[in-house]
């Protein structure tokens, strides 16, 4: 043990950080994991009582947690700081110690806040007299925020280690690892984030019946040097990891492949993305059962809602302040209103909110610290299988109009006319009156210029062409209009409702109008309201399950629902199998607002099959609809064993390297149409256009020794096609509509012995599988780079790879295991059996195997040989993608095998999202003469468009506050950015993406990093095998009869939320 007061380093003697008490009273020692040079060990002795000691211990016993106390004192630990920069450093290494620097700026001005929060507020009121807010208040309203100052007071001892050491070691990443790994980290911010909104309403309820506490917060705000809030530095630790995540994506950018930091780097974005979401999940779930509680509160104790409310059955799938909209007769706005509305798992709720009238002098400044939370009162509620929204245009196949009277909602009763008219409003009716006003005109004047066109005389402003003129006048008035009824649209959320019928027994609809914040908004709504009903199917009560849970627990929020099963093949007495299915995504601009939110993702499924030794056949299914539909089906020579999408290039995308010779660059004029490519059994390689399904089939070409083709995959620079006798056929790229040289002998490569059952096409390399062993190859030049052994068992074959970060997962012929592999360094870093996961579902089945695999929106899919589907949530960053969650197991699933997981996701057009005033920013912040620039073309591969993102929404969730009084909650009064772009600012909340959802309490500044998020990927997971199998029923298939029989090629298709 060092001496008191002393600070120095001692060699660690385990791989574990934690703190325990020394036999010293008043001294604590810390230990932190690190590299062999070592971490130093922090000693501090105190005197046992001292008025400016913070302890970071519980206020309570309850609170107690089992950390130690931690007296600080005048005794500092020396601050991390960076020595002069030595001479000859690289560009990289240069930014990497700015990088550096940031992060000790950062994390020391966040260690200041934490103790400002202590030492500025909670000390004083603690120890105030008479007290102004009791102690119990106290200590809810800073709950946690010793603990969490402990944590970090303890990373910056270590950080100080490592800065000192910096220009000998450069190493970071393993400290974030070590530092916060820990379970213990997660409860401490867990409780600080799920308790911040009862703090922040208790503070602003003692505002308001407190004089005194109000004149203590304005007097601290003002002696503070820069002038933030108590709640600009009480909102800093939800902002930290984001933070965090955000500086180490910049030091990986900046760490070149081979550095001995790199790998740590990836462990940490895995550790602190998987923090960040476990925060975001508890936070999300904590916030719900507040809601609900709150709802609960405004309704009788006796009536049905209660008891419904009450009955832990429900799950509150989304809540949001929207405006509700009353209409007239002639299209005028009759009255609005704001209301809650809340998307329960089976059921709609709408509450008037109510707020406390403020009688206090002080209401206008207090109403910009802290929000007061609204009470609410439910003003109707309707099972969600009778809610049915419509759209403008689109009513007409929505209800029964002959036998259904729709009333608008709040409006009085319907007119005689109105009633024998059975007319409906949607609101704004008026330019839907104007634009039938504008096509009967029309009609007009086209007849008029036909008369004009009989006339034999010649007359001034009487002839054909100021005829035509009208015409095009008329139609371009017309266009107008229909953009305005579509921008409408856009916000305007319409549900019809059940209503109890008239004194004739006839049913009442009526029709509510709502106005949503923003287009997104509305897209959620009706996309949660669609998901939300299908959930209520059979088949989906419940759809999944953990392993380890009861069968009454729900399904995680983020888990797909099984949207349909249909045959995969029409000619089912064919018994033809399945071999493969890509996703065509082609957009379809005759879709509706809602059917865009609602259908699958937009374009085409091929699926392609056959019978062993005979021939085979292609199916495509359109999905521009709510349920995939065949359009067309083609037979071909022999069975259909793999098939690849391949997107039109890239604008700049080329198959050649600067200073690569043999690789000529195509030719930018020849515009490569999307295109797929069959691979069968008889060693055929065929290219289709995916343009349409006029299936044209645009080249064709045979495999060397006509070995079948067992996969296919492209590259940049190549299409490589793995065959059965261990052969790699690569065929160059070129410019034309054939993107590849098919005409000419491909370079072929022996890859080993046994057939290459899988590649993989990465950044520059491409990995090939041939028995337990993987080949790395150059994307370009196809040199093998190295090759390792991913299976101890020379019987076993690597049959399955899929890409996520910075890793590669790996399924095998035999076994139920899959491991996963760093893509740079081939390090076996995690296996994970998947039998464990179903043993619940499969009681004595002792051997099991995978199938497939699939990657897809940090979600790991696993097909089984028995029809289990397995759901595994990884990482999405640049990470290493891990797997720390238990998972869930599908309860819909195959009678056989689960052949392949495919993939289909479209992005929805960048127009619809844009309200009026986000259009009419965009023109006026262009300069003048110059046209808004066109939106970017949505990217078609899915490989390419799910890992092309290199961040995702980081954020905790909490409740709104822009809909109460006053101004919006603020951390203080904004200044001019004058930092360079490696320097993060502490109170900057928009640049760790938190600021641009309606229901985050940072508002601030829109930042370039959100851009990427003004898009919506549709996305929809699918699986073939045989038949249909529901594991959670007795009889096997449920109460529904099957689509299918137990030996027919099935297609299940899972819809995942949209992701907004």
């Known amino acids: 043990m060092l001496p008191s007061g002393s600070w120095g380093k001692r060699k660690p003697q385990g791989r574990w950080l934690g703190w325990a008490r020394s036999d010293a009273?008043?001294?604590?020692?810390?230990?932190?994991?690190?590299?062999?040079?070592?971490?130093?060990?922090?000693?501090?002795?105190?005197?046992?009582?001292?008025?400016?000691?913070?302890?970071?211990?519980?206020?309570?016993?309850?609170?107690?947690?089992?950390?130690?106390?931690?007296?600080?004192?005048?005794?500092?630990?020396?601050?991390?700081?960076?020595?002069?920069?030595p001479d000859g450093l690289s560009p990289q290494q240069v930014v990497r110690r700015h990088i550096l620097g940031s992060i000790v700026q950062s994390e020391g001005s966040y260690v200041e806040s934490l103790k400002r929060v202590l030492q500025d507020y909670r000390n004083p009121l603690m120890e105030m007299e008479p007290k102004v807010l009791s102690v119990r208040k106290c200590q809810a309203v800073f709950f946690r925020v010793k603990e969490i100052l402990h944590c970090h007071s303890m990373f910056r001892i270590a950080l100080s280690s490592r800065v000192a050491e910096w220009d000998s070691t450069e190493k970071i990443g393993d400290l974030f690892v070590a530092s916060f790994s820990k379970s213990m980290v997660l409860d401490v911010y867990s409780d600080y984030v799920n308790n911040f909104t009862n703090a922040m309403s208790i503070i602003k309820k003692a505002c308001l019946t407190k004089p005194a506490f109000l004149e203590f917060l304005k007097r601290r705000q003002v002696c503070s040097p820069d002038r933030v809030t108590l709640y600009g530095l009480m909102v800093k630790p939800i902002q930290r990891f984001p933070q965090f995540i955000l500086l180490l994506q910049d030091m990986l950018k900046n760490t070149p492949r081979g550095h001995p930091d790199r790998l740590s780097l990836q462990l940490a974005l895995t550790e602190l993305e998987t923090l960040a979401e476990k925060l975001n999940e508890q936070k999300r779930l904590a916030d719900q059962v507040a809601e609900i509680q709150q709802l609960t509160k405004s309704v009788s104790d006796r009536s049905s809602l209660n008891k419904l409310l009450t009955?832990?059955?429900?799950?509150?799938?989304?809540?949001?302040?929207?405006?509700?909209?009353?209409?007239?007769?002639?299209?005028?706005?009759?009255?609005?209103?704001?209301?809650?509305?809340?998307?329960?798992?089976?059921?709609?709720?709408?509450?008037?909110?109510?707020?406390?009238?403020?009688?206090?002098?002080?209401?206008?400044?207090?109403?910009?610290?802290?929000?007061?939370?609204?009470?609410?009162?439910?003003?109707?509620?309707?099972?969600?299988?009778?809610?049915?929204?419509v759209e403008a245009g689109q009513e007409g196949g929505s209800y029964d109009k002959d036998n259904v009277l729709i009333q608008h909602a709040g409006a009085k009763k319907a007119s005689a006319s109105g009633q024998a008219q059975n007319k409906v409003y949607f609101g704004p009716p008026r330019l839907f009156q104007e634009l039938q006003d504008l096509q009967k005109d029309l009609a007009v004047v086209e007849q008029i210029t036909l008369l004009i066109s009989t006339l034999h005389g010649t007359y001034q402003n009487l002839n054909m062409t100021v005829a035509q003129d009208w015409c095009l006048a008329l139609q371009r008035l017309m266009r107008v209009k229909e953009e305005e009824i579509h921008s409408a649209n856009k916000c305007r959320l319409r549900l019809l409702l059940p209503g109890k019928p008239d004194k004739s027994g006839r049913p009442i609809s009526f029709m509510v109008v709502f106005i949503t914040p923003n287009p997104l908004s509305k897209i959620s709504w009706v996309n949660r309201l669609h998901l939300a009903k299908i959930g209520l199917r059979e088949e989906n009560q419940p759809g999944w399950r953990c392993p380890d849970e009861d069968k009454k627990s729900k399904a995680p929020f983020w888990c797909p629902t099984l949207a349909c099963c249909t045959p995969a093949f029409s000619s089912r007495g064919l018994s033809l199998q399945l071999g493969a299915l890509v996703h065509s995504p082609v957009s379809c601009p005759l879709l509706g607002f809602s059917a865009v939110s609602t259908s699958l993702p937009q374009g085409y499924l091929w699926v392609g099959g056959g019978q062993e030794g005979a021939s085979g056949q292609v199916e495509i299914f359109s999905l521009n609809r709510p349920s995939p539909r065949t359009v067309k089906s083609f037979p071909l020579a022999a069975p259909v064993l793999c098939m690849e999408y391949i997107p039109e290039p890239e604008e700049g995308e080329s198959g050649d390297r600067d200073g690569d010779e043999g690789h000529p660059a195509p030719d930018p004029s020849a515009a490569a149409h999307p295109t797929i490519c069959l691979g069968l059994q008889d060693g055929s390689i065929l290219v289709y256009s995916s343009v349409d399904t006029g299936t044209q089939c645009l080249a064709t070409c045979r495999s060397p020794g006509l070995q079948p083709v067992l996969c296919l995959r492209c590259s940049p620079f190549h299409l490589l096609a793995g065959l059965q006798d261990g052969t790699l056929a690569a065929y160059p790229r070129t410019s034309g509509d054939v993107p590849w040289n098919l005409e000419s002998p491909p370079v072929c490569l022996t890859v080993g012995p046994g057939p290459i059952r899988t590649l993989l096409s990465l950044e520059d390399a491409v990995w090939a599988s041939c028995g337990p062993r993987v080949t790395v190859l150059d994307a370009a030049s196809l040199q093998t780079q190295q090759s390792f052994e991913a299976h101890q068992d020379e019987a076993v074959s690597v049959t399955h790879m899929v890409k996520a970060g910075s890793g590669v997962w790996m399924a095998f012929s035999s076994g139920s295991s899959i491991r996963l592999f760093h893509t740079e360094t081939l390090e076996h870093l995690q296996e994970i059996n998947i039998a464990t996961r179903t043993t619940f579902l499969l009681p004595g089945q002792k051997h099991l195997c995978v199938t497939s695999l699939l990657i897809c929106q940090g979600l790991l899919w696993v097909g089984t040989d028995q029809g289990v589907i397995v759901l595994l949530p990884v990482p999405r960053l640049e990470g290493i993608p891990k797997i720390t969650g238990k998972g869930m197991v599908s309860l819909n699933g195959h009678c056989g095998p689960v052949t392949f997981l495919a993939v289909a996701?479209?992005?929805?057009?960048?127009?619809?999202?844009?309200?009026?005033?986000?259009?009419?920013?965009?023109?006026?912040?262009?300069?003048?003469?110059?046209?808004?620039?066109?939106?970017?073309?949505?990217?078609s591969h899915v490989g390419r468009e799910l890992t092309r993102k290199k961040g995702i929404l980081l954020q905790y969730r909490l409740r709104s506050t822009a809909h109460l009084p006053g101004p919006l909650l603020s951390v203080r009064e904004p200044a001019p950015a004058d930092s360079s772009a490696l320097e993060h600012s502490e109170e900057d909340g928009s640049i760790y993406e938190m600021a641009d959802d309606p229901d985050v309490w940072v508002r601030s500044r829109p930042c370039a990093r959100d851009a990427h998020r003004k898009e919506i990927c549709s996305v929809a997971i699918i699986s073939g095998g045989q038949g249909y199998r529901n594991f959670g029923s007795a009889s096997g298939v449920g109460g529904r009869p099957a689509p299918c029989g137990e030996t027919d090629s099935t297609l299940l298709i899972w819809q995942v939320p949209l992701t907004l």
Not at 30 to 35: I, K, L, M, S, Y
Not at 334 to 339: F, L, M, Q, T, V
Not at 907 to 933: F, H, N, V
């Open 25 to 85: 009273p008043g001294t604590m020692w810390a230990r932190q994991e690190g590299p062999p040079h070592g971490h130093p060990r922090a000693v501090v002795r105190c005197p046992s009582s001292s008025s400016s000691s913070v302890s970071c211990s519980g206020d309570s016993e309850e609170e107690d947690m089992g950390l130690l106390e931690v007296s600080v004192t005048d005794i500092k630990p020396p601050a991390p700081e960076l020595g002069p920069m």
């Open 905 to 939: 996701t479209s992005i929805l057009a960048l127009d619809i999202l844009r309200s009026d005033q986000e259009e009419a920013e965009g023109l006026e912040d262009k300069p003048d003469g110059q046209a808004p620039e066109p939106a970017p073309a949505p990217p």
């Open 311 to 389: 009955s832990g059955q429900r799950q509150l799938l989304l809540c949001e302040t929207l405006t509700e909209t009353v209409y007239g007769d002639r299209g005028q706005l009759i009255k609005s209103k704001e209301r809650r509305v809340f998307l329960l798992n089976d059921m709609l709720v709408c509450a008037n909110i109510n707020f406390k009238p403020a009688t206090h002098r002080g209401q206008l400044e207090i109403s910009s610290l802290v929000p007061l939370g609204p009470k609410y009162v439910v003003k109707w509620n309707t099972a969600l299988p009778q809610v049915q929204v």
